[in-house]
């Protein structure tokens, strides 16, 4: 079996263009506000939330039920193709996985739609440790939970 994977899934919202993308690379902050499994957000170390690579953020959110926490960086923003990457790491993420890397973009569709793709790189530190699913369903809610609240706003 292998410890390293990449899952991915994309969702189609319904919030104008840049929207999303403007959200999680601006605003990220107000996840916390917006989205039910996400509990508690802070930033660890540094001064600006959305510094690359200069700031650590604490995350306290729910997967599969329980409560999960981790520490996060922004590897990098383009703002052409509206992708972030982030680095997951410490809390409960460094006791089943060696690497968490994510990545979400939000895709302007030829049919004028909007769909918002989050890939999920991951390296597991055991064979015993299931691929990380459960944070598929967390994006997907999540994704959701955020694109009604930007059709509100």
């Known amino acids: 079996m292998a410890l390293s994977g990449k899952l991915s899934t994309e969702i189609v919202i319904h919030a104008p263009a840049g929207k999303f993308f403007n959200l999680v690379s601006k605003s990220l902050h107000h996840v916390q506000n917006i989205c039910e499994r996400v509990?508690?957000?802070?930033?660890h170390q540094g001064e600006d939330w959305h510094s690359i690579g200069g700031s650590v953020k604490?995350?306290?959110?729910?997967?599969?039920?329980?409560?999960?926490?981790?520490?996060?960086?922004?590897e990098s923003v383009d703002?052409?193709?509206?992708?972030?990457?982030?680095n997951l790491f410490n809390g409960d993420i460094s006791q089943q996985y060696k690497v968490l890397k994510l990545?979400?973009?939000?895709i302007d569709?030829?049919?004028?739609?909007?769909s918002v793709k989050?890939?999920?790189?991951?390296?597991?530190?055991?064979?015993?440790v299931e691929a990380p699913y459960g944070y598929m369903e967390?994006?997907?809610k999540s994704t959701k939970e955020m694109d009604a609240h930007l059709l509100k706003a």
């Open 118 to 128: 989050w890939t999920l790189e991951y390296e597991k530190i055991n064979d015993n």
């Open 138 to 140: 967390l994006f997907d």
């Open 58 to 74: 604490h995350w306290t959110y729910v997967i599969d039920g329980k409560v999960t926490t981790c520490k996060e960086t922004i």
């Open 39 to 43: 509990h508690h957000t802070k930033l």
């Open 103 to 106: 990545t979400i973009q939000e």
């Open 79 to 86: 703002e052409k193709n509206k992708t972030i990457k982030f």
């Open 109 to 114: 569709n030829s049919n004028g739609s909007v």
